[in-house]
């Protein structure tokens, strides 16, 4: 059976109801899990209350902010998982970010700066987190991030996001290199699109999500349940024989040609 009871896990990528963390989140909760959550702080609180009143019902125990880009941020938030739960066993990044002008038109116009922010925010930060609980995950533990189709292939206008992802994939076998002999296993899951506020800053979404409907074998596109669901399994001792993996949760929209 699926159980998280006594697992201490952080779920970063929270923005609103739609987001996939929250889906993930909900089903963590579900299995039994305790929860840290952070949010992207921003200059007038808005984010923090907004997702304080959401993950309230759920209960967590540490609810911090945490910019991937603030260093400091990111060290006081790994003080208080030592300092409140003393280890933690389950890491959850589900993050990203891409400037809007990059999600459309010319990859090729892509400037350096657009090109290091989206690897630093999206990639980099997946290495630097789990640097960081690697110390705290001291009775094994499981990271996932979330990665997309688009860093495999080309899909139009995912441009400089494709290419963090594939960067994103590789630190996921790195890091499951590095990290499996504590114990500790590292998979991502390919999510099919899905409506949030950084999909849709990818143009033309609307578009990706009807040939999937069209051409995926299930004839939809997956929810946010289902991708917590497939992240619950991930966490738990059910999956302990697998790292270093993508696991597709798209309808099985990847193997059609
Ligand atoms: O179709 C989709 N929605 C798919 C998303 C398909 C496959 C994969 N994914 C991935 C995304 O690439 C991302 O890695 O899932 C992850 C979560 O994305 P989401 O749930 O689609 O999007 P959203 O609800 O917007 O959450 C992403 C959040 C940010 O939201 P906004 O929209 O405010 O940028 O990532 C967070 C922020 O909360 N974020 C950061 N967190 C810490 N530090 C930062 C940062 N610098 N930048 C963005």
């Given at each position: 059976?699926?159980?998280?009871?006594g697992k201490n896990a952080l779920v970063t990528g929270i923005a609103n109801n739609r987001s996939i963390a929250w889906g993930i989140a909900q089903q963590l909760h579900q299995a039994g899990a305790n929860l840290g959550i952070?949010?992207?702080?921003?200059?007038?609180?808005?984010?923090e209350k907004k997702v304080q009143e959401l993950v309230e019902p759920l209960n967590p125990s540490l609810f911090l902010p945490c910019d991937v880009q603030n260093d400091t941020q990111i060290e006081e938030l790994f003080t208080a998982i030592r300092d409140q739960w003393g280890r933690i066993d389950i890491l959850i990044h589900c993050l990203a970010f891409a400037g809007k002008e990059e999600l459309s038109g010319d990859f090729s116009n892509v400037s350096r700066a657009g090109f290091t922010r989206a690897l630093d925010i999206s990639a980099y930060s997946l290495v630097q987190l789990s640097g960081a609980a690697k110390p705290l995950m001291t009775q094994g533990g499981s990271i996932i991030t979330l990665t997309y189709l688009g860093g495999v292939r080309v899909i139009p206008n995912y441009n400089v996001m494709g290419i963090a992802k594939a960067a994103l994939e590789m630190n996921v076998r790195y890091l499951a290199a590095e990290l499996g002999p504590l114990g500790v296993r590292v998979n991502g899951i390919?999510?099919?699109?899905?409506?949030?506020l950084a999909s849709s800053a990818v143009g033309g979404i609307l578009d990706m999500i009807h040939h999937v409907e069209e051409i995926a074998p299930l004839k939809r596109t997956v929810t946010q349940t289902e991708v917590g669901n497939a992240a619950?399994?991930?966490s738990s001792d059910l999956s302990s024989g697998i790292t270093g993996q993508i696991l597709y949760v798209d309808s099985g929209y990847c193997i059609m040609g």
């Open positions: 059976m699926l159980n998280l009871n952070t949010y992207l702080p921003d200059e007038k609180g808005r984010f390919s999510a099919g699109p899905i409506r949030t619950a399994f991930l």
